[in-house]
């Protein structure tokens, strides 16, 4: 399907040659007056100069613009990276009439590099005229690094009485645990909705979707997630109501499908992996044994040749650090195979049997702890030759 519009929300994309040139690189997203916003970003504490300068403008004033560019994260680079990152607000605050503290940041590319600002600069007035209701698809394109494909979602609903669009964009293939969302995500929605309710909107979708992904159990220095809400479509959310909830689903669905995306785009990905873990004491500790069989390379391997090593993922359940395991207690399933079952190989289990599913290309690790109620889902890849040469010609 393609990107709907949202109303208030125009985006603009040119090539500016920060890193190739004749590839877009340069985006400039307009929010109409009155937009309110929520973000979250990286955790981790080598964060890029744009994230600093993107949580320090959205603390002073609702965003009018965000002006994105690929081919430098702008990280790793001191105080003349936060110099620059300014600079770039200023620079587009002056050609937009709005104050330099509505322009927020963002940047995706190689670490530890000067970023190119009089091309970012001189690319501006290009994409101020280029912006437009539909620009969402050259947007995602114009955000892609190492990414094979755009990724966009979007969904419509009548809330309110009124047709309420929400529509996001992402990028991101590699260096993906995001811990707050993925390397670069904008979703707009025409609702009007608080900031007291965007905010935790936001944190809530993210959990289920952005953070709920691994590629490498990487996180990035530039990871951002923007949610931005308009009002442009008559529909007012005023408390946590039906209509509150309509709209947190739509939002929910369109950064998980934008997640999803992601993984289904990882580096070199041949599967799409579910891991799902029940049975735990609580969301953490599945969480824990969720990321241990995704971040195990034994594993990955095992799944990008279609074996069906299923000692690996006993392995895997067995030293993620949870005490006291009844390892009778516990099930491991491959779909709907039980391949482990009262603290070894399940009766009836036959390789051949787990050579067929290991052959699928979305296939589910289900794990059942069989120690209480809690739950956790998480999604990622295999890992392939392609992982390995994408990255070691990187920068190349």
């Not at 940041?105 to 590099?113: K, L, M, N, Q």
């Amino acid at each position: 399907m393609e990107p709907l519009s949202v109303a208030g929300i125009r985006l603009g994309t040119v090539c500016a040659g920060i890193k190739y040139p004749d590839r877009r690189d340069l985006v400039v997203i307009e929010a109409a007056a009155g937009t309110q916003a929520a973000a979250v970003f990286t955790q981790n504490a080598f964060c890029a100069a744009p994230v600093t300068v993107a949580r320090a403008h959205l603390a002073a004033a609702p965003p009018r613009y965000l002006v994105i560019n690929t081919g430098n994260a702008n990280a790793g680079t001191g105080r003349q990276g936060l110099s620059d990152a300014e600079a770039s607000c200023r620079a587009l605050a002056e050609q937009a009439g709005c104050p330099m503290e509505q322009v927020l940041p963002f940047s995706t590319g190689v670490i530890g590099e000067p970023l190119p600002l009089a091309r970012l600069i001189a690319g501006l007035p290009a994409a101020l005229a280029a912006l437009r209701p539909e620009g969402w698809e050259d947007a995602a394109r114009g955000i892609m690094t190492t990414d094979t494909r755009p990724k966009w979602s979007t969904r419509r609903a009548i809330i309110e009485g009124k047709p309420v669009t929400v529509t996001g964009i992402a990028k991101g293939a590699g260096m993906i645990r995001p811990d707050m969302a993925t390397m670069l995500a904008f979703v707009a929605t025409d609702a009007a909705v608080p900031e007291s309710l965007l905010k935790p909107m936001l944190a809530a979708a993210v959990a289920v979707s952005f953070n709920a992904v691994t590629v490498d159990g990487d996180t990035s220095t530039n990871d951002a997630c923007v949610l931005l809400a308009t009002g442009q479509a008559g529909a007012a959310i005023a408390g946590r109501d039906e209509s509150h909830d309509r709209l947190a689903t739509l939002v929910r669905e369109v950064c998980t499908e934008l997640a999803q995306a992601i993984i289904r785009d990882g580096e070199g990905a041949t599967k799409f992996i579910t891991v799902a873990v029940e049975g735990g004491q609580d969301e953490a500790e599945c969480r824990q044994v969720a990321y241990t069989i995704a971040h195990s390379p034994l594993i990955k391997t095992a799944f990008f040749a279609s074996d069906p090593n299923w000692g690996r993922i006993l392995a895997a359940v067995g030293r993620a650090g949870l005490r006291d395991l009844n390892l009778e207690r516990i099930a491991i399933h491959l779909d709907e195979l039980c391949i482990v079952r009262d603290g070894g190989r399940a009766p009836g289990y036959t390789e051949a049997q787990g050579q067929q599913i290991m052959k699928r290309p979305e296939i589910a690790i289900r794990i059942d702890l069989g120690r209480g109620g809690s739950t956790a889902r998480i999604w990622t890849t295999d890992l392939s030759f392609d992982y390995v040469r994408i990255n070691a010609e990187y920068r190349t």
